[in-house]
């Protein structure tokens, strides 16, 4: 879908899907992703959030910002942009990825695709042509903005993988975590990707938009008997904080639009020191983690599981002496995990295993504020982790 | 382990050369390689026509740094001055030229009035640029380095321009980023004497009078010394550096390019020749412009991209070209006596001419009328032409490296642009001209591997000067590779024959890596 001159006169845009969203969003709850219209919430924002850990749910992914790359230098661009090592990433294979400015600090993170050699997609939460323009610089690599020329819908949930059997996606059982698959569906190509942000068994499907109402129909038709709904971004947003992913403008500021320099965070300081390899010779940001790495980081971020049922939502953090160590960056009440968690950003030392923290809780009952202040416990890994998450071949009930 | 560490020195400039005889007097292994078969690079005396030398690009000394003469003992390498403290004629069509013997009004029509301010523009210009001289051979401190260090060095900047007095700091202040045009419509009534001192705003830039920063390129112009000739042009400098670096112990090799500046891991390796021959090093120093550097011969995957971007970005386009002619005796400049024609002589009449020059090239076209400096080195260096007859050298602005038409089929045009307006100042001299050559940037860019042709390598302003020169966050002449360094024109305190940046770069570089 190429964009036309008059393309400003549209302020926002409906995603391929939008034909069959629109009339699903009885609460008619929407609000702006990029430059595309999409679902907060479709019938029951807590019901979406069941049919995603106990049967399977749809998310519209259109608006995801995505960049191929492709050329003879694809995978030395792809290695100078991000802090890990994408020689690891084997055709056919997906990563999670972040990538940082020359000071260290995490402009975006997303996934990578690789689709064959030297062909790779690149997804993102934020636009990011002109950093991928200006880090192809002495590099043989076309970059291309295709975010308009795909359309990708997220379906998790423990029955997913049963739903693609019966559409026709034979041998999808076998799909292992973080790879990907073409199938032919409907005469054009389907990609399948065993990726997600909840957490969860589930696959993200992109295809051709001129499809994407087909696609649509045809899950929907073969997800039918398996508990299949739509599922808007609130639901998503539950079982990304319980799968204990981070996500950008909430539990850290995109380093490219930070304009006080302490605001913005490493990879270290958001626990993803396992995406930083400092063995490879050049990436950006390379020689600032170095010297992070020497002088030490000055945050962590830490996962906590909080004492009582309150949400700390924006609660600052304390230690034992009542010094302020940091804030609350996602919290909610987990259904899975019975609990109530949350994402925190805390200062250097804290939020090691075994300190002791507290949460600072502001709520409020019918107009009527009250605080009180909670133990937390520093948790390491997802909040919630079922097997099937990782099970090859995955379970097809 | 006695083995000294082994440097290697990319390109023989007079910066390269400077650099590689205080390591090798330090006791570093030095090897410098050269291009070019001559060393020198863009300060070397060529012969253009038979039997007639001239300084090929740079062909007036007035910067050189008084440590570098002294330390590498320059004159006991041979570098003798055939003349010294030129003066300056400006030219006029209408009448007798102005010479300007520095502060002082030698001859012409000029007013009391302009006399008295001409003193006192060259009594700030001198405290002003004396202050910028300081900083020269200083290592530009870095901000927010968190090192009590570079703290106390911009203490020391701070405290050199509150020295200055009250008055004068306020006057600093006010000049330092204005236009040269406003500054010398406010002091002057001449307007051929303030085409003249225009001119020092504008040489070798990207800029008309009217351009902010022509006050700093001024002052930057002004912090050297009088103008003088080398005995033997140019070459006969970089001739006397390159006899001091053997004498300390430096191997130079010549004709031997540098296609590649290679790395081990994240570490310098050494480079590989045109040739295809390796030599490994500890220790990589290049005096080659930042951009050749860093984004040809090193090769931008090997950097961060914000750096890389910097680099790319950096402002450096040469619109200077340099006219050379042989001529078969001395030419008549109208209304200049012939005891001045081995001076320093300027066709730049008025402002709106210098400006009217500049205009074109906002366009990336070539003056029509340009504005000159020019020199007749022969008249007191008999070395350069046969006997009773000379050489010609001039700076002519302005013909941008990039020009829209191309300079394969405008160069011709320019060229006669150029005899036009100096047939004009000099009439008959198209007829004494028996030989010719017009260096265009671009010819300077591909003869002498400077990006874009220009002198400085990358242009000269405030916002590409001290800590931010060649690029911020590279200021002290390690780049951010381990093991290569910069010591060339395109670092602080840039470009001119001066030889201070490869000083401080071999400053840098002894007193190793700083946190």
Known sequence: MKLDRQHFRTAVYQTPFHPRTAPLNVLNLWHRWRDYTTADGYFDVGMEYNALRNACAVFDLSPMTKHLITGADALAFMNRLVTRDVAKIKPGRVGYAVWCNDAGQVIDDGTIFHLRDNVFRLCSQERQLDWLHASALGLDVAIAEESDDVAALAFQGPTSCAVLKKLGLAGIEMLKPFGLRVFTFAGTELLVSRTGFTGDLGYELWIAPGHALELWDRLFEAGRNYGIRPMGTLALEMSRIEAGFIAALVDFLPADRAVRTDRTRSPFELDLARMVDLDKPNFTGRRALLEEQRRGSRYRLVRLDIEGNKVAKDAFIYDARRNVVGTVTSAMWSPAAKASIALASLEMPWGRPGDELFAEIYYQKELKWSRITERCRVVEGAFYDPPRRRQTPAPDL | MTDPKRVIVVGGGHNGLVCAAYLARAGRSVLVLEAAAQVGGAAVTREFAPGFRVSAVAHLLHLLDSKVARHLDLARHGLRLAHRDLKTVAMSDAGPAIVLDGPRVIAGDVSDADRRALLEYHRRLAKF???????????????????????FAAIKLALDIRRLGRRDMREFLRLATMNIFDVLEDNFESPLLKGALAIDGVLGAQLGPRSGNTVFTSLYRASGHSYCLPQGGMGALTDAM??????????????????????????????????????????????????????????????????????????GRG?????????????????????????????????????AAFNPAKYREHSTEPALEITIPSVYDRSLA???????????????????????????????????????????????????ELLTPLDIERQFRISGGHWHHGELALDQFMMLRPVPGAGQYAMPVNGLYLCGAGCHPGGGVMGTAGRNAATAILRGPRR
């Open chain 2, 242 to 315: 390159a006899d001091a670096a053997r004498a300390a112990g430096v191997e130079i090799r010549t004709s031997a390019p540098v296609g590649a500046i290679t790395l081990e891991g994240d570490r310098i390796r050494g480079v590989r020749l045109a040739s295809g021959e390796e030599i490994a090093a500890d220790l990589v120093v290049s005096n080659a412009d930042p951009k050749t550097t860093l984004l040809r011969l090193l090769g931008a995957r090997h950097l961060e991209t914000e750096f890389a971007r910097r680099v790319q970005n950096l402002r």
């Open chain 2, 319 to 355: 619109n200077a070209a340099k006219l050379h002619l042989a001529l078969s005796a001395l030419p008549r400049f109208q209304g200049v006596a012939a005891e001045h024609l081995g001076e320093r002589l300027l066709i730049a009449p008025t402002l709106d001419y210098i400006e």
């Open chain 2, 386 to 436: 046969p006997a009773g007859q000379h050489v010609l050298s001039a700076i002519v602005q302005y013909a941008p490296c990039n020009l829209g038409a191309g300079w394969d089929k405008a160069k011709h045009t320019f060229q006669e642009c150029v005899l036009d307006v100096l047939e004009r100042a000099a009439p008959g001299l198209r007829g004494l001209v028996v030989g010719m």
């Open chain 2, 129 to 151: 640029s004396h202050l910028l001289a300081k900083q020269h051979g200083r290592i530009p401190a870095r901000v927010a380095s968190g090192s009590w260090r570079e703290a």
